[in-house]
Structure formats: C-alpha cells, structure tokens
Nanobody, 122 residues
Framework: QVQLAESGGGSVQDGGSLTLSCAPSKRPFSRSVYAWFRQAPGKEREFVALIRSRGTSELYADSVKGRFSISRDNPANTVYLQMNSLKPGETAIYYC???????????????WGQGTQITVGS
C-alpha cells in the first residue's frame, strides 16, 4: 500500500493560482498512473488530470484544459498540479491517487491521499 501526502491547498480569489503537490511514501511501479480528482460538497468525485509515472502522456478534464497542468519530478518522487484561473465553482477537496490503469474513473485507483481543500472566493 502506498501512502500519499498532498499539500498546497488553501484559499484563493477568483482567477487566482495554486500549485498542489503529491508525494507517495514509496516509488510507484514503472507503469503507475498518477491522477488528481476533486469532490465538491454534495457532488460526486470527478477526474481532473492524470500523468504516467514514465513518459509524457497526460490527460485533462475538458473543464480544466488550458488552465491546469500536471507534472512530475521523478528524482523528488513528487507530482504537481498547477492550477491557474481558478473559479469559485472549483471549490472542492482535491485528491491525489495512484493506480495501474490509464483511466479517468476513480474506481481504477486504489491508493488515495487524504485530500486538500481548495476554496476559490468570488
């Protein structure tokens, strides 16, 4: 079991930026996939972005394309989510996850962080 520690959450104004970090407790297998999901109050958890632990393959939800960027630092064993032009509707708990499938479905991921709160003020 891999433990994930997210950091970087907080409050920001409409149009602001934040960067989230996710540090696994151990290096994932070479074919692992890192993903970010978010869950707003009263809503289902939704996919935000993913990246493979090797290679350059990334995928984004349509709602965040062009504004969010996922990246990884392999030597530091850390994954980042750079979020720009944040909107009030994106207030949610953001979760980091690791799985073995290249998937936008949260059920494909078996290791999750505790989540970090992002609040976007209007």
């Amino acid at each position: 079991q891999v433990q994930l520690a997210e950091s970087g959450g907080g409050s920001v104004q409409d149009g602001g930026s934040l960067t989230l970090s996710c540090a696994p407790s151990k290096r994932p297998f070479s074919r692992s996939v890192y993903a970010w999901f978010r869950q707003a109050p009263g809503k289902e958890r939704e996919f935000v972005a993913l990246i493979r632990s090797r290679g350059t393959s990334e995928l984004y939800a349509d709602s965040v394309k062009g504004r969010f960027s996922i990246s990884r630092d392999n030597p530091a064993n850390t994954v980042y989510l750079q979020m720009n032009s944040l909107k009030p509707g994106e207030t949610a708990i953001y979760y980091c996850a690791i799985g073995s499938e290249y998937s936008t479905n949260s059920r494909a991921y078996d290791n999750w962080g505790q989540g970090t709160q992002i609040t976007v003020g209007s």
